[in-house]
């Protein structure tokens, strides 16, 4: 054998993930959003979570409604499709176009007027029929393109520049999702980058539906001290129900089983391994589930981690029953009977 | 057409009239009348009579009055016709003025316990003894509501002599074959007929007999049932709807076929999705989606359903996403009259979402029709990347009609400009060195060129949005980039002018006339041009099958004096659109428009034409 010859050190070798990309490659347009809005961090976090996963972008579908956040699957994965749909009915475009091929990955980005007031409707229909996708409620309890109103999960009691003393009380997206029996649910914080990317590839990998309701404090319109949509509520409040981690299908896995851990294992075989950091959470208690939620809300606090889960129920696409190659890809010998077939049906009038 | 009339034998009657009147059904809704009525008509059919059936029902499930009219027409003529020769009266509820409405001579077979009261002396009465037949077929009391009405079913045919092999077997294919109902129900028809042929004197002149040149390579069936096979024969992938009288049955009629035709025997896996949404608002985003992605996608709808529908179909229009909307028209505005029929949807649907914007609408006159244009409709949608509409109205959607046979679609599956990954990689080629964009027109036509999701091709990905772009799909608020993208929507417009289905003309030497109408309209203007040529008036007719109009409509209008825009709406909505492109020739055109929810008739095209 001859000699390896000796490599001459590269200026700096680019960092590659599994399918040989670099993470630039996951970017998308400049975000036109506001300087430090919390929507732009939830972005970065998807394109690090999607790049680390090795996602093929071009199996990925992009989905959102109207509004701010709505305007992010621009800014991130600029090799998938996206479609930019209609305010608070972009859960219908999704099912039509997953059910069309289910072989994309859906991820939707909406936001708490999108999803919580005018689509509420869609919303919970989508959780309902269980179809597999992410969907991220980029939460901050206002409107901000239309500058600054309140939205349905704003806080009773809360004041905006422009809007007033809000009197109403709040929807919880979470809660909203569990009523309509999702099968993953949890909730993040736009400034929490390690947990909230856990949280993605997990609802990811998710053979179901996953909310994931992200609170996103509005820089311009609602960064109060006192919301609990604002960055210093998030910071000062945020307490994880556990500390998480992803095992990824693709690595070996190796958990050392630890008294307060529970392992979640995904359709795709990757698992989820919670750290409790409160002993008794268990998340695949429903009605812990609703209780941790409903304390939160008297308490004013802002729980974060995965408040329930369900891998095992079948997807929307399982009960569909439809053949292996997606509709959108069946040829005209597929799709149109044979002569006879038709001569059958017509005898039988 | 050869008609050739066996002659019934009777006795002691002057002057038969066969296979020439009407029957009308008097019943109660949800008392099983329709299998009856559907009986009648059949075994009417197999005989070989023109017949046509108008079910003239309440919105309810049970207990309204309901009214079944079945016109029998040796000459072939199969539009509504108001006149009734043979009542039959099941009904207390109405039965003092159903049978007022018989024409004199007609006769009148009721129910024997109905408090009437025998006041006219130009009908032939026949009472039924409804209960006593039904008690002594000694049936189980849930069924013997429903069976009562088999007793009509009975009497009548002893009448007007149909034969009764052909009542058989319509109870037969009624059932599909179960014999116990078959045996309970044919038992009762049996026993009314026996109990006429000793009890009646049939000294009434109506009658039926057998006919051949007529029924000969037709089918007996309702439009929804026809655009439900039509889709499942033309490479539907994806349907979503939302139950609305009086569209359901097109949806339910997809969801029966496809189960048979549409899954492989083995596995049962289905090459199709049909899902019922929570609303119209989620029905036609699903459609979107599922278009977008690369699916063959439609929805049958109602006038309610096309103004939830109208956001997305304005998003349809100009993010270019193909999609098929059934729209079995009932009577609007509002809620309306949810089980009449009518044609108010053409200007909504032809115009629907705010901005500028038109939609390609087809309009098909019979269930024939609707198979074959549920095919066309798809090929245009997705040529032209746009929502189609189709127009069909709850006469032609869920009234039986003797229609042609459908044909096996030949034509190959127009699926449009869809580019795979290796197009894609050859675009620049095969396109002059230009670039790929989503919204750029290369071939002159208005169209341009889309990839689906899934494509393994670096340069595929776009982002769909119903915000201002550019051609290659960008974000933009440029004045300049709006406007040409808005003017190139308007040239693709133009382009579906020459893809649309044809009118159909059918021009007569000498006419000074022209009739123009549309769907269901056919059979009424059919009748009233025959009438009109017996009083010496010839015209000339052009069925509008799709809009936009093309050339043909003009070339017609400029021929004719005077041209007579016939339909069912108030507003002479097709009038209004024919003026929009005919300004110039506007003088000639007269508004013919009724709207009462019933199917328009012959006599009163004639009257609106003749006054």
Same mark, same amino acid.
């Given at each position: ?349 | ?26 019943? =109660? ?49 199969? =539009? ?242 193909? /999609? ?52 066309? /409709? ?214 013919? /428009? ?18």
């Amino acid at each position: 054998m001859t000699a390896t010859p000796t490599r001459t050190p590269a200026a700096r070798a680019p960092k590659l993930n599994l399918i040989g990309l670099e993470k630039t490659e996951y970017k998308g347009g400049d975000s036109t959003l506001c300087n430090g809005c919390g929507h732009d961090s939830i972005s970065a976090r998807i394109i690090n979570a999607a790049w680390e996963m090795g996602l093929k972008q071009h199996e990925v579908v992009k989905f959102s409604g109207i509004g701010c956040s709505s305007k992010t699957p621009a800014y991130f994965l600029g090799m998938s499709h996206g479609f930019n749909s209609l305010h608070g009915r972009m859960p219908s475009v999704a099912t039509g176009a997953l059910v069309a091929n289910q072989r994309l990955i859906g991820i939707g980005v909406s936001g708490d007027g999108d999803t919580a007031s005018i689509g509420i409707g869609q919303f919970k229909h989508l959780v309902r029929r269980n179809v597999p996708m992410v969907y991220i409620v980029e939460n901050n309890g206002v409107y901000g393109l239309t500058k600054g109103q309140f939205s349905a999960t704003a806080d009773q009691g809360q004041t905006l520049k422009y809007a007033g003393t809000n009197p109403y009380m709040p929807l919880d997206i979470c809660i909203e999702a569990l009523a309509a029996n999702a099968t993953f649910v949890a909730r993040s914080f736009a400034g929490d980058a390690k947990q909230l990317e856990v949280l993605l590839k997990a609802a990811i990998a998710h053979r179901g539906l996953a909310v994931l309701d992200v609170i996103s404090p509005c820089v311009t319109f609602n960064n109060h001290d006192e919301s609990t949509k604002s960055y210093a509520f998030g910071k000062e409040h945020e307490t994880p129900l556990h500390d998480l981690s992803f095992v990824p299908s693709y690595e070996q896995i190796e958990i050392e089983d630890y008294d307060d851990e529970t392992e979640v294992q995904l359709h795709d075989g990757s698992w989820l391994v919670l750290k409790k950091l409160d002993a008794a959470y268990d998340p695949t208690d429903k009605h812990l589930a609703y209780r941790t939620l409903e304390d939160a809300r008297k308490q004013q606090k802002l729980i974060t981690g995965i408040f329930y889960i369900e891998p095992e129920t079948p997807s929307f696409l399982d009960i569909l029953q439809m053949t292996d190659t997606p509709l959108a890809r069946l040829d005209e010998s597929r799709t149109r009977p044979s002569r006879e077939a038709l001569a059958t049906l017509m005898a039988g009038l | 057409m050869s008609v050739i009339v066996q002659e019934p034998q009777t006795e002691q009657v002057n002057q038969l009239v066969v296979n020439d009147f009407n029957i009308n059904v008097a019943t =109660a809704n949800g008392s099983g009348s329709q299998t009856s009525n559907n009986m009648l008509i059949r075994s009417l059919y197999k005989m070989g009579i023109p017949v046509t059936g108008k079910n003239l029902f309440p919105s309810n499930i049970q207990g309204l009055p309901t009214w079944f009219n079945i016109r029998l027409s040796k000459d072939g003529f199969l =539009a509504r016709r108001e006149r009734i020769e043979v009542m039959i009266c099941m009904n207390g509820a109405t039965v003092a003025e159903d049978m007022e409405s018989v024409e004199s001579g007609g006769i009148i077979l009721y129910d024997d316990a109905l408090p009437i009261a025998n006041h006219r002396k130009d009908v032939h009465y026949f009472p039924m003894p409804v209960k006593n037949l039904v008690k002594a077929a000694n049936v189980p009391y849930n069924l013997q509501r429903y069976i009562a009405n088999m007793v009509y079913v009975g009497v009548v045919a002893h009448l007007l002599e149909i034969e009764m092999d052909e009542i058989k077997q319509a109870l037969i294919w009624n059932f599909g074959g179960k014999t116990k109902p078959i045996e309970m129900n044919w038992g009762i028809v049996t026993a009314a007929y026996d109990w006429a042929q000793e009890n009646l004197t049939n000294d009434q002149p109506y009658r039926v007999g057998r006919m051949t040149g007529f029924n000969e390579g037709t089918l007996l069936v309702d439009g929804n049932t026809a655009g439900a096979l039509g889709a499942v024969f033309s490479g539907f992938t994806f349907a979503a709807w939302y139950p609305i009288t009086p569209s359901s049955s097109m949806a339910e009629g997809m969801i029966s076929y496809a189960a048979q035709v549409r899954r492989d025997p083995e596995t049962k896996q289905a090459t199709y999705a049909i899902i019922q949404a929570e609303d119209e608002l989620a029905a036609i985003g699903m459609v979107l989606g599922a278009g977008w992605a690369g699916a063959r996608a439609m929805t049958a709808t109602s006038g309610p359903g096309i103004s939830l529908m109208a956001e997305y179909v304005g998003y349809g229009y100009f993010a270019e996403i193909p /999609a098929v909307i059934w729209n079995i028209q009932r009577m609007g505005p509002s809620t309306g009259l949810p089980t009449r029929t009518s044609q108010g949807d053409i200007l909504a649907s032809y115009f629907l979402g705010h901005g500028d914007g038109r939609h390609p609408v087809l309009l098909p006159a019979d269930p024939t029709e609707c198979f074959e244009m549920a095919g066309a /409709a798809f090929d245009l949608a997705e040529r032209l990347q746009t929502p189609v509409f189709v127009l069909s109205d709850l006469d032609i959607g869920m009234n039986l009609w003797i229609t042609k046979e459908f044909e096996y679609p030949e034509k190959p599956l127009d699926r449009g400009k869809v580019l795979d990954a290796e197009a894609l990689t050859k675009f620049k080629d095969a396109h002059g060195g230009q670039r790929w964009g989503r919204y750029l027109d290369v071939d002159g036509d208005g169209i341009p060129y889309r990839t689906l999701p899934g494509t393994d091709n670096p340069a595929a990905a776009y982002f769909t949005r119903g915000t201002g772009h550019t051609e290659y799909a960008t974000y933009s608020e440029r004045p300049d980039v709006w406007e040409s993208n808005m003017q190139r929507l308007a040239h693709k417009f133009e382009t579906a002018r020459t893809l649309v289905p044809a009118p159909v003309v059918d021009e007569v030497d000498g006419a000074r006339i022209g009739i123009i109408s549309m769907g269901s309209n056919h059979p009424a203007i059919i009748e009233a041009r025959a009438r009109l040529r017996d009083e010496g008036i010839e015209t000339s007719y052009l069925r509008v099958r799709a809009l936009p109009i093309n050339g043909d409509v003009r070339t017609f209008v400029e021929k004719y004096d005077k041209i007579y825009v016939i339909e069912n709406n108030r507003d002479g909505q097709l009038c209004e659109i024919l003026l929009v492109d005919l300004h110039d020739l506007g003088y000639k055109l007269v508004s013919v /428009a009724k709207c009462d929810g019933m199917p328009l008739s012959a006599r009163w095209i004639t009257e609106q034409v003749t006054k």
